[in-house]
């Protein structure tokens, strides 16, 4: 991969070869610290640089992967609009399709009435149907695809 940034700035190459090039025999460039759970690792960060003095550099996992972290939260963002979005066209949908079946349905409406229905009887019968149309679809959506 061209990766400017990292082209230009590092050279990989084995430990035996970089010690022999820097004659480095015991000396070490980074030390990785594994903390026990639930240690706070701010202070034990901050109590290495007190120690080690302005000298050495003391970075946690996310500062030294600091671009990889900002990548992944602006792929997260932009995944959660695009989801949002997604819902928000399901969701005009369901109330068209709805809205669709109680205009289809107005004969249906009258049989209601006449067998003694009133209407907040009509109202839980479609609120039910559209529920369970919606149900069944997202189900089968799930499943197939």
Not at 61 to 88: C, H, N, P, V
Not at 109 to 124: F, M, P, S
């Amino acid at each position: 991969m061209n990766q400017q940034k990292y082209d230009s700035s590092y050279i990989l190459t084995s430990l035996q070869f970089a010690r022999r090039l820097f004659q480095y025999d015991t000396e070490v460039s980074s030390v990785e610290l594994k903390l026990k759970p639930g240690a706070d690792a701010g202070s034990v960060k901050a109590k290495i640089q007190q120690m080690l003095g302005d000298d050495f550099r003391v970075q946690d996992r996310y500062e030294q992967q600091a671009d990889t972290f900002r990548i992944m939260e602006i792929e997260k963002l932009i995944s959660y609009i695009f989801l949002t979005f997604i819902l928000m066209i399901a969701c005009f949908n369901v109330i068209g399709s709805l809205s669709m079946l109680i205009i289809d349905k107005k004969a249906d409406v009258v049989t209601l009435r006449n067998l003694g229905a009133g209407d907040k009887l009509i109202t839980r019968i479609f609120l039910f149907e559209g529920r369970m149309i919606s149900l069944i679809g997202a189900v089968v959506g799930v499943v197939l695809g």
